[in-house]
C-alpha cells in the first residue's frame, strides 16, 4: 500500500483463500471528509468483484460491473448506500476468478470538505402534489437545467421523499410546502418534518413551524405577498422562521413587495436571509432554477446546503449560473460579519450588455456601476450597517445577493 495526503494506493497479488474468497483492504476515513471514491482494475483473465464495508457492516456492493465508484453523505453510485463516513472502512475484494499473474491494483481518493459553490432549486412540485410530474422527472429536469440540488416541496405531504434518485450527480432534499389558508412555508432536511400539517388558526401556522424548526427543519416563508387568498402571508413574522423567499417564479408585483419588505426589515436591523424559488407546477410552464439560488456550502452534502441558506451564504439569480457573484478570495462572504469600514470585492461573471449593479445599504441605493464587460469588479467599502448587491437589466432583475454586515 502506498499513501498521500488525499489518496491511497494498493497492489494486491496475494490471495490467500484462492477463488470464492474475500480479500478486505483497510483504510481510516477522517471527519474533514467530503467523498470517497474507489477506482479499481484487474489483470486479464481474472474476474474481481468491488464492495466497501464500513466498521464491519457492508455499504455497498458492484461485482465487477464498475471500475469507479463514490460514496458520500447524502449521494452515492448505485449499489452503495450514502451515510456517514468517518471511521474504518475496507474495501472488499471479492476473488471470483483468478487469471494467470492475478493482480488487482486498487486507488481510494479521500475528497476533503471544502467550501464550494453550488446551485439549485428550492421550490418545486410533482404529481405527489400538484406538480404534473413524477419526482423522477423533476429531478431529470433539474439536472438537465445544471443544478447541483433540487428540493421538493409538494403541499402538505411527504411521500415525494421517499423516492430517491440513482443519479450521485445531483442532491434531493427532502422538503414540504406547508400548505395553510393563512400562507404557505418550505420545511428542508427531513423526511416528515410535522406530525400532523393541519393548521386551524393563523396561530398554528407558528406552531407547526417551530415543530419543524425543533425537529431540525430549515424553514423558509414563501411568496409573503402572493394575490391570492391563501398565498399571501397572514400568519405574522414574529414567528420561527430561517429565510424569506423574495423571488417566486416570474418577476412580479407580489416579488416587488417582498424585495421592499426585505429591505424594511433590514434597516429595522433583522437580520434575514433570502431565498429564490420557480416554484414549479407543469400547468404553470416554469422552469427549474429559474430564479435559483447559488450557495457557498462548506461541502457538497444537505446539511452544508441548509446551513449556507441559514447563513445567507446565497445569491438569487434569475438562471442557474448564468450570472454570478463571489467575493474575490479573501474578501467576506455574503452574510459575513465584518468591521465597518473593511473593504469589499465582488466579482460579477456572466453580464450582458445594459445591466447595471446596484449597492444597497440601509439608507437605501448608493450607487449604480455600468459594467464594461461581461466580467466586473466591485471594489467598496462597507461604512454602514450592511452593503448588498442587485444586478438590474432595466426593470427586470437578475441577480440579488444577501448582505453583508458591519459590526
Not at 463514490?70 to 475484494?93: E, F
Not at 431565498?275 to 427549474?288: E, I, Q, Y
Not at 445577493?401 to 459590526?407: A, L, M, Q, V, W
Request: proline residues 5%; contains cysteine; hydrophobic residues 40%.
Amino acid at each position: 500500500m502506498t499513501h498521500s495526503n488525499d489518496h491511497l494506493t494498493f497492489s494486491v497479488s496475494d490471495f490467500p483463500g484462492g477463488e470464492k474468497s474475500f480479500v478486505e483492504l483497510p483504510f481510516e476515513v477522517s471527519a474533514d471528509v467530503d467523498r470517497i471514491e474507489v477506482s479499481y482494475g484487474f489483470s486479464s483473465g481474472s474476474v474481481i468483484d468491488l464492495g466497501l464495508a464500513r466498521q464491519g457492516r457492508m455499504r455497498g456492493w458492484s461485482g465487477s460491473e464498475r471500475g469507479h465508484v463514490t460514496v458520500a453523505a447524502d449521494v452515492a453510485t448505485p449499489g452503495y448506500q450514502p451515510g456517514a463516513l468517518s471511521g474504518r472502512w475496507h474495501v472488499v475484494l471479492g476473488i471470483v476468478k483468478l487469471g494467470p499473474e492475478a493482480r488487482v491494483n486498487v486507488t481510494v481518493r479521500l475528497i476533503a470538505r471544502q467550501r464550494r459553490w453550488l446551485t439549485g432549486e428550492l421550490h418545486s412540485h410533482t404529481e405527489h402534489s400538484d406538480g404534473g410530474v413524477t419526482v423522477l422527472d423533476a429531478i431529470y429536469r433539474a439536472r438537465q437545467g445544471g443544478l447541483d440540488f433540487v428540493a421538493i416541496t409538494d403541499h402538505n405531504t411527504v411521500t415525494q421523499n421517499t423516492i430517491r434518485p440513482d443519479d450521485p450527480g445531483i442532491l434531493v432534499l427532502p422538503a414540504m410546502e406547508l400548505t395553510t389558508f393563512w400562507g404557505h412555508t418550505n420545511f428542508f432536511g427531513l423526511v416528515e418534518p410535522v406530525a400532523d400539517w393541519r393548521c386551524r388558526a393563523p396561530e398554528e401556522v407558528g406552531d407547526k413551524m417551530r415543530e419543524a424548526r425543533d425537529n431540525g427543519a430549515t424553514v423558509v416563508i414563501n411568496h409573503p405577498f402572493q394575490r391570492s387568498a391563501g398565498g399571501k402571508w397572514q400568519a405574522g413574522f414574529d414567528v420561527p422562521f430561517d429565510a424569506l423567499e423574495i423571488w417566486n417564479g416570474t418577476w412580479a408585483a407580489h416579488n416587488v413587495d417582498a424585495l421592499a419588505f426585505w429591505q424594511d426589515q433590514l434597516v429595522a436591523g433583522r437580520r434575514l436571509p433570502i431565498t429564490g424559488g420557480s416554484d414549479f407546477h407543469l400547468k404553470n410552464r416554469r422552469r427549474h432554477g429559474r430564479p435559483s439560488n447559488r450557495l457557498a456550502a462548506d461541502g457538497r452534502s444537505i446539511a452544508a446546503i441548509l446551513a449556507a441558506v441559514r447563513a445567507g451564504h446565497n445569491v438569487v439569480g434569475f438562471a442557474a449560473d448564468d450570472l454570478t457573484a463571489e467575493p474575490l478570495p479573501g474578501a467576506p462572504l455574503f452574510g459575513d460579519d465584518v468591521a465597518v469600514g473593511s473593504p469589499i470585492a465582488i466579482v460579477f461573471d456572466g453580464l450582458s450588455g445594459g445591466d447595471e449593479v446596484r449597492l444597497v445599504t440601509e439608507t437605501g441605493l448608493i450607487a449604480v456601476e455600468q459594467p464594461q464587460a461581461d466580467r466586473h469588479i466591485c471594489e467598496c467599502r462597507l461604512d454602514g450597517r450592511f452593503l448588498r448587491f442587485e444586478v438590474w437589466h432595466g426593470g427586470e432583475p437578475k441577480l440579488f445577493t444577501n448582505p453583508i454586515y458591519g459590526r
